[in-house]
């Protein structure tokens, strides 16, 4: 491609000034050679008639020296007439024999050359001679090279005059106030401290000036509020906005700057990894306002329980950090884990009422545990898995069989979520009889996970790992589903097989899926009220009471009763109990095993049974496993068994033989 052709760039001063020039001169210069032309067409038929009267009056002048043949006079006549300035030269030609041509010419001058005029001299008709005259060409040339000067005096007048009138207007008008705007818009762009420029101006350009400072006015505003949002996001870049503490990019950064810091001092450090316990249900039950106003208590708590050279960081949600400098001695961290599990623990007063939550604390040291950051991190963090696992409230010391530990759960929460997918899990079933007449009043739905390798495993095996990675409200909702499923195709066979009771741990009860897992189960299989019962474990209703009676309100009104499990473990209150109007208790199998020897025992179940009908709930004993048991609890005005005597948990298969066999006994009784 052709470049471009490129004009010099010009300030707008001088391109007015060169236009001003151009506009002022052109039509000078112009009109002068118009005036010239016309001026030297209206000399041209005068400077004739001037010629040829001069050419008359010498003809008419030599006729006499002719004439007379007076030599001198006709000499005298023809320099007279040289001396006239438009002739150059001239000749005459005299008619008498042998007389030669007299010829004149002014200096420089030479005869033959010019404009030629000749005419003949006559007397009384009679030829005398002829009279040549060459004038000067240049003639009009000079007449208009006179005036010329004057002219150009006067046209060089009129461009002055018009150019300065001009540049004076122009500059007043136009530059002056061009140069404003730019000395304004400069200021603007320097963005440093503008005084506005006051324009009193109405015109287009006192418009423009005065939109300049409105538009400097919005600008800097604009500039300001991108300021405050810069300096905004760079803090919450690196800071948590909740608590105002490091978030877990500036922790990185600063415990990898620690870390570099005590290997060049050859200085010890100690990480403890702190995750909040039961800090999901305060967030469900209370809402999210009290959930950051408990984390924000606790954040203060935890900045001020260490040293302020100690850094003190959130992670994430319930996650925090505490990097302690110069941990050297094994009991002095340990001193301050428990401080801070101490201080985390005390209640929060907050408008929804007092909450106490507990931590987990994981310790990590440098150098002896980790040699970089990350691995300090990450060891500490295992070790908060550790503190978790055995029941949380606590601080676990980093080990390295963790790792393994930590390995081992990974695999299993992989495995679980390929049986979820692969349909791995199975429904046993567990009769619940009446205690005097045998009589089939239902059963309980207990998980299994068909394990390609490991064989049928029992729930222990992954109930608790499920709870701790969060897949048990998954493997919960498997499990209502199956069981609805189950009692669908048990009416369609036309099997009685009473209450189907499924059990709900602790955060699958509290988790916010249960109730729209139970409501579409129960409407997708035409589940009717009473066919389906929840078990909870008495631990499970005695925490966070306020919210479980909320939910079990909403289990009744979905038509779910609900059973106590493991009843006798907790500290149940009765009023309380009473409250949330169980279907059933569930006396607990560690009172059952020893019965009816163990006098101990006698006397609780005796009282959880009496305690129970006075409060109008039924009362099933779980692991009867002998006859004398069977007996003694019949006795004592127990109305449901379940054990081991009865029946063994068992596919749906056979469940159905039991439920089948139990019927015709009864029928045939
Ligand atoms: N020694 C002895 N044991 C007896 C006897 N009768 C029943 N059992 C066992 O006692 C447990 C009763 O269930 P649980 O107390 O609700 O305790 C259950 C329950 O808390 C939990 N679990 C079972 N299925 C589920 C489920 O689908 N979801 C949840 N969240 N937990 C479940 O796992 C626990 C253990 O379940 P299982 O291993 O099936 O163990 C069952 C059952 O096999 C007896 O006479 N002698």
Redesign the pocket.
């Given at each position: 491609m052709p470049e471009a052709r490129r004009w010099p760039t010009l300030s707008i001063r001088a391109s007015v000034i060169i236009g001003i020039a151009l506009a002022v001169i052109i039509p000078t210069v112009a009109l002068w050679k118009m005036e010239e032309r016309w001026t030297r067409q209206a000399q041209e038929p005068l400077v004739a008639q001037n010629r040829q009267a001069v050419l008359g009056l010498m003809t008419a002048d030599l006729v006499t020296p002719l004439w007379t043949m007076d030599e001198s006079a006709m000499l005298y006549r023809l320099q007279r007439g040289l001396m006239e300035p438009s002739v150059n030269s001239l000749r005459l030609t005299e008619n008498r024999p042998l007389s030669k041509p007299v010829e004149l010419s002014k200096t420089g001058a030479v005869v033959g050359q010019g404009v030629l005029y000749r005419a003949e001299v006559l007397h009384e008709g009679e030829r005398l001679g002829e009279l040549e005259i060459w004038f000067d060409p240049q003639q009009i040339e000079h007449a208009l090279a006179e005036r010329r000067t004057g002219t150009i005096q006067l046209a060089a007048l009129q461009v002055l005059l018009s150019g300065l009138v001009l540049v004076v207007i122009l500059t007043r008008r136009l530059l002056g106030p061009i140069q404003r705007l730019k000395q304004q818009a400069s200021q603007m762009a320097s963005r440093g401290t503008v005084v506005p420029t006051e324009w009193n101006r109405r015109d287009e350009l006192g418009e423009l000036g005065s939109h300049l400072n409105d538009v400097h006015t919005q600008v800097a505003e604009l500039f300001d509020q991108l300021e405050g949002q810069k300096a905004e996001l760079q803090r919450m870049a690196l800071q948590d906005t909740l608590t105002d503490l490091p978030n877990r990019a500036l922790f990185t950064e600063l415990a990898r700057a620690s870390v570099a810091a005590a290997h060049r001092d050859g200085k010890c450090l100690a990480l403890l990894f702190i995750d909040l316990d039961r800090f999901k249900p305060v967030n469900d039950t209370y809402g999210h306002a009290a959930g950051d106003a408990l984390l924000m208590t606790l954040a203060k708590r935890l900045r001020a329980v260490v040293r302020s050279s100690d850094v003190v960081a959130r992670l994430s949600g319930d996650e925090f950090t505490v990097l302690l400098h110069d941990a050297s001695q094994w009991d002095q961290v340990s001193a301050t884990a428990d401080r801070v599990l101490k201080e985390l623990e005390m209640p929060v007063h907050l408008p929804v009422g007092d909450i106490s939550v507990s931590a987990s604390i994981g310790v990590a040291f440098y150098p002896a545990d980790a040699s970089d950051h990350e691995t300090l991190v990450s060891y500490a963090d295992t070790a908060m898995y550790a503190a978790k696992n055995l029941g949380g409230s606590r601080t676990s010391f980093f080990r390295e069989e963790f790792n393994h530990q930590l390995q081992a759960a990974l695999q299993l929460e992989a495995e679980m979520r390929q049986a979820l997918e692969r349909n791995e899990f199975v429904?046993?079933y567990?009769p619940l009889v009446d205690a005097r007449s045998g009589a089939l009043l239902g059963c309980?739905?207990?998980?299994?996970w068909q394990h390609p390798i490991r064989g049928l495993l029992?729930?222990?095996h992954f109930?608790p790992a499920?709870?701790q990675c969060g897949l048990?409200s998954e493997?919960?909702a498997w499990?209502i589903r199956s069981?609805c499923q189950q009692i669908a195709r048990w009416k369609e066979a036309g099997l009685q097989v009473g209450t189907v009771?499924?059990?709900?741990?602790a955060l699958?009860f509290r988790h916010h899926r249960l109730l729209d897992t139970l409501t579409t189960a129960i409407a997708a299989s035409g589940v009717r009220p009473g066919e389906l019962e929840i078990?909870l474990?008495e631990s499970v209703l005695m925490t966070d009471i306020q919210t479980t009676q909320l939910i079990i309100e909403r289990l009744h009104a979905l038509g779910l009763p609900l059973s106590v499990?493991?009843f006798g473990t907790g500290y149940s209150s009765l009023s309380y109990l009473k409250h949330l109007r169980p279907a059933k208790l569930?006396i607990?199998?560690s009172f059952?095993?020893d019965l009816p020897g163990e006098e101990g025992d006698q006397v609780l179940v005796r009282a959880i049974v009496q305690l129970a009908h006075s409060l109008g709930i039924k009362v099933v004993a779980?692991?009867?496993?002998t006859e004398a048991q069977q007996a003694f609890l019949r006795d004592i005005g127990c109305e449901i068994l379940?054990?081991?005597?009865?029946s063994?948990?068992q596919d749906a298969k056979g469940f159905e033989a039991f439920a089948r066999r139990v019927s015709n006994t009864l029928v045939d009784a």
């Open positions: 429904l046993h567990q309980e739905a207990l998980i299994r029992s729930p222990f109930i499920a709870e048990i493997l919960g499990t069981a009771a499924v059990n709900v741990s699958e078990e474990t499990d493991d569930k607990d199998r059952v095993k779980e692991g009867v496993e379940q054990g081991y005597l009865i063994r948990p």
